[in-house]
Structure formats: structure tokens, C-alpha cells
């Protein structure tokens, strides 16, 4: 590849990465506080698999407590779409994302502060229960 070939190449992905700026500036901020704060939301996910191991390293919990604690998140998100169905009839799509990332991020923060094994088993089911906007479509 010659010294113009390169330029060239450079220049293109120079104009190309400034017209993706460009066109990320057009959407609104209330679309960007969303992709935010799903982004956080879903790094906040990647603790769910090691929940167990938290409960029976930090707060001694026995293998079957951190399981059952790990098995009652998953069945609390069932019902929470159920919830948030009927939440989204009331306050709309957007209010129930809105809501169902605030309290997700809520009792994560819980969950991270939690003192003793109840309150990070408290704190896991309820956010499990807050799942409720996890997969809503418009």
C-alpha cells in the first residue's frame, strides 16, 4: 500500500467515524439517559451468576441457601412481567423502563450494601421482582 493509498484509507475512516458522531448527536437525551442506563444495568447482570458465590463466601451461607436465594430471583421475574404488563397500561412503554431501571439499580445497590445474608437474600428477590420492563417491546 503506497503513502496515498494509506492517507486515503485514513481519511475515510476519519469521515466515517464523524458522520457516526453526527449521527449519534441527532437522537434526543432522554434516549442516551436510557442506552446509559441499560449499559449499567447490564454490566450490574454480569454479578447475577456469582450471587451464590457471595452468599456462601461473604455471609456463610450453606450451598443449599444460596442456591434456594438464587432460584427464588428467577421465579420473582416471572411474575414481574406479569406486573409490569399491567404497569405499562398505566403509565406507558417508556415510565415502565424507566421505572423497572431504577429499581433494578436500587436493589443492586442493596445487594452491594448488604450487611448479613437476609438482606442480600431480600435484596436479590426484589430485584428479581423488578425485572418487570426486562424485555417490554413496543
Not at 475512516?13 to 432522554?30: M, W
Not at 406486573?83 to 452491594?112: C, E, K, S
Amino acid at each position: 500500500m503506497s503513502c496515498d493509498e494509506t492517507i486515503i484509507v485514513i481519511m475515510d475512516f476519519t469521515s466515517k467515524r464523524e458522520n457516526f458522531v453526527d449521527s449519534c448527536r441527532r437522537f434526543p437525551i432522554e434516549m442516551w439517559v436510557l442506552v446509559v442506563a441499560r449499559t449499567v444495568n447490564r454490566i450490574g447482570a454480569f454479578t447475577l451468576p456469582f450471587l451464590a458465590v457471595v452468599l456462601t463466601d461473604n455471609f456463610g451461607a450453606s450451598m443449599n441457601a444460596a442456591g434456594l436465594v438464587v432460584a427464588l430471583f428467577g421465579a420473582a421475574t416471572i411474575p414481574s412481567r406479569i406486573v409490569g404488563g399491567y404497569v405499562t397500561d398505566m403509565i406507558g412503554h417508556r415510565n415502565t423502563i424507566v421505572v423497572g431501571l431504577i429499581l433494578r439499580a436500587a436493589f443492586q445497590l442493596v445487594l452491594a450494601a448488604a450487611d448479613s445474608f437476609s438482606a442480600a437474600a431480600i435484596a436479590a428477590v426484589l430485584m428479581g421482582f423488578s425485572f418487570m420492563s426486562h424485555h417490554l417491546k413496543r
